[in-house]
């Protein structure tokens, strides 16, 4: 069973500059989830994808874009980079329409906005 | 909308020790699944423990397990005969049921626990 893998482990970006971290889903997943986890802070939800469409989103504006492949893979995306953009991202697949689906969270993306 | 807090930001044991960790939440909902989350250096958050609101029995999980007041909304972690490699970040996490399929995890600030030898 193949867990759920994120590229690029650390990156480093420019304040305005765009962002495009990936996710593969842990194999028999459907359904991806983002989330951005700022230093010494509990993650907090960004979005969820289900059969490549945006389902569930919480408070982060339009700039925080995502995609879903057929594959169950994501990107997610971030336009005008702010400083506060800076944290770790992590991607976690589960089973969609599941309570019970636990989610598989990968080793996350470190982007540093300078 | 609901919140979730861990009041101790930082906790040090002796290993073999017990040790408990604190969280309370605050929802309207009846129904709702909470869990118990570690995240060690290596960053991937690792599901320790879960527990859905309807079931009165506190889950149970080798070494872990929980204290789950639902009146008080309170859901404490205990890890009994603490090891070494129990030290990470412990996050308390709180999911309403499925809304439109969407499975919402809301976390607290984390709790960094240390296994001293």
């Known amino acids: 069973e193949t867990g759920v893998t994120q590229s690029p482990t650390h990156l480093i970006k420019t304040r305005g500059q765009q962002v495009t971290l990936r996710c593969s889903s842990q194999?028999?997943?459907?359904?991806v989830s983002w989330y951005q986890q700022a230093l010494g802070q509990g993650p907090q939800f960004i979005f969820q994808?289900?059969?490549?469409?945006?389902?569930g989103r919480g408070n982060f504006p339009p700039r925080f874009s995502g995609l879903q492949f057929p594959n169950y893979s994501s990107e997610l995306n971030v336009n005008a980079l702010e400083l506060d953009d800076s944290a770790l991202y992590l991607c976690?697949?589960?089973?969609?329409?599941?309570?019970?689906?636990?989610?598989?969270f990968g080793n996350g993306t470190r982007l540093t906005v300078t | 909308a609901q919140t979730v807090t861990q009041s101790q930001p930082e906790m040090s044991v002796q290993e073999a020790e017990t040790v408990t960790l604190s969280c309370t939440y605050d929802?309207?909902?009846?129904?709702?699944?909470l869990f118990w989350y570690k995240q060690p250096p290596s960053r991937q958050m690792i599901l320790v423990i879960r527990q859905e609101a309807y079931k009165q029995q506190n889950a149970t999980e080798n070494r872990f397990s929980v204290n789950f007041q639902k009146a008080a909304k309170s859901f404490s972690l205990k890890i009994s005969d603490s090891q070494l490699g129990d030290t990470a970040m412990y996050f308390c996490?709180?999911?309403?049921?499925?809304?439109?399929?969407?499975?919402?995890?809301?976390f607290g600030q984390g709790t960094r626990l240390t296994i001293n030898p």
């Open positions: 996490a709180f999911m309403n049921p499925l809304v439109q399929g969407a499975q919402k995890l809301v």
């Open positions: 994808y289900y059969r490549e469409e945006e389902n």
């Open positions: 929802t309207s909902e009846n129904n709702y699944y």
């Open positions: 194999s028999g997943h459907n359904t």
């Open positions: 976690a697949s589960s089973l969609a329409w599941q309570d019970n689906s636990p989610l598989h």
